[in-house]
């Protein structure tokens, strides 16, 4: 019995290593993370990491280990699914109460994946221009993911560039499917912004069920605008006719729609309303249009946006016309400014402090910790500008999802 118990034990600790080790660091990085349920979890995963220094006095080989060793796995799996609890709104206190507690490591709560640059139209505003062709090894990109979950990631946005110029979304797709599926465990949402002209409805039926939140940019209902800024592929003017048309795909697939406009030169006139009354996003994303040294501004830089820049009284301006939008959520250069964590295609935190884009080195070569340190991210701006909300689309309304 002593024999088959440690065997069991060691058997245990090694089946589920890589997978207890975020239950086991939970605790030490940040308590209040956890909800009751989760600490139970925590405890017997722990319990059972501890034997695995035990010496163990079988072969792993044997065949009567193996039926163990499967029947373990089938009970991992399954406090793994219990343990993924949808997030919930007190994520904001969770996130200041981890940045208060002394010594507290920091958590990347909220990532945005710039996984690649490449992008099929030519916005004369783009901050996040084609200077490479760069895009990781899938495995090397699951093994980020994978860190980044065990930092406590919470919610990954996938960018670019546009994340369906690489394989058609295939990529990315991928890579979804590994956050719901290998990391069911970390209970991460998962949000993608695109300019929606290369989503094509096979997609949706493939990977549509990972996707808690789809943003699609749009800065005008014009045809002539958006030529103008660039919101096309050659002379292709059908970007409001797609945008619809994905609007269609996300309530068919249950995915949250979102819309991201930046208010520039071009567009700071026009009126949305209708259309966003039509479309109904649960967000509207508002920007006012950034200028970033060495993207779209100064030396080095592939675009130059000065022309496009509004003021903060123009930006105002739009806002105000458009204030009966319940779902608008505006966000002015300052709002913009080091509130975001930013992991480039190299999965480098990029610092925007200086007003360009440093980037740190790369967590896949030096740890989420130590690259967090070098990112620039202001927690305080992140949540002062309303970083946390619903992020899971298991906590929208059956209206909400729907068109
Ligand atoms: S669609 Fe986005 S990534 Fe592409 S050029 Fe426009 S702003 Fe840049």
Excluded at 122 to 150: D, I, N, Q, W, Y
Excluded at 306 to 324: I, M, N, P, S, W
């Amino acid at each position: 019995m002593r024999i088959v118990l440690k065997g069991a034990f060691w058997m245990a600790g090694y089946s589920s290593q890589s997978h207890t080790k975020a239950f086991v660091q939970l605790p030490m990085r940040t308590s209040s993370i956890c909800t009751a349920r989760d600490h139970r979890i925590i405890y017997t995963a722990a319990t059972d990491h501890t034997h695995t220094m035990q010496q163990a006095v079988v072969t792993w080989n044997s065949r009567f280990f193996n039926v163990l060793r499967y029947a373990w796995d089938a009970v991992r799996r399954a406090l793994q699914a219990y343990a993924a609890v949808p997030w919930t709104g007190d994520a904001a206190g969770t996130a200041a109460a981890a940045a208060a507690a002394p010594g507290a490591e920091a958590v990347p709560l909220s990532v945005n994946y710039h996984f690649t640059r490449q992008c099929n139209y030519s916005c004369g505003f783009c901050f996040h221009t084609a200077k490479t062709s760069f895009v990781l090894p899938l495995a090397e990109a699951k093994r980020g993911l994978t860190m980044l979950a065990e930092a406590g990631m919470k919610k990954l946005n996938f960018s670019g560039g546009e994340p369906f110029v690489r394989d058609g979304g295939r990529f990315m797709g991928e890579l979804i499917r590994y956050c719901k599926t290998e990391l069911r465990w970390a209970g991460i949402s998962v949000s993608i912004v695109s300019n929606g002209s290369l989503i094509q409805e096979k997609w949706m039926h493939r990977y549509g069920e990972y996707v808690d939140m789809l943003a699609v940019s749009c800065d005008s209902f014009d045809a002539d605008t958006n030529r103008t800024i660039g919101r096309r592929q050659g002379s292709r003017t059908d970007h409001v006719s797609k945008l619809y048309e994905v609007r269609e795909w996300c309530g068919r697939h249950k995915i949250a729609f979102k819309i991201n406009t930046v208010v520039n030169t071009y567009n700071v006139n026009e009126t949305f309303a209708e259309h966003i009354d039509r479309l109904r996003p649960v967000r509207w994303k508002v920007f006012q249009c950034l200028l970033l040294e060495g993207e779209n501004a100064g030396e080095g830089a592939l675009r130059d946006a000065a022309r496009f820049y509004v003021t903060d009284e123009q930006f105002d301006g739009f806002l105000r016309r458009h204030a009966r939008v319940r779902t608008l959520v505006p966000e002015n250069n300052d709002a913009m400014r080091d509130s975001y964590l930013i992991l480039d295609e190299y999965m480098r935190f990029l610092n925007c402090r200086n007003g360009k884009k440093e980037p740190s080195a790369s967590l896949l070569d030096v740890g989420v910790q130590h690259a967090l340190r070098g990112s620039g991210f202001d927690e305080k701006a992140f949540l002062d500008r309303g970083g946390i909300y619903v992020w899971s689309k298991q906590q929208l309304s059956k209206d909400d999802l729907e068109w």
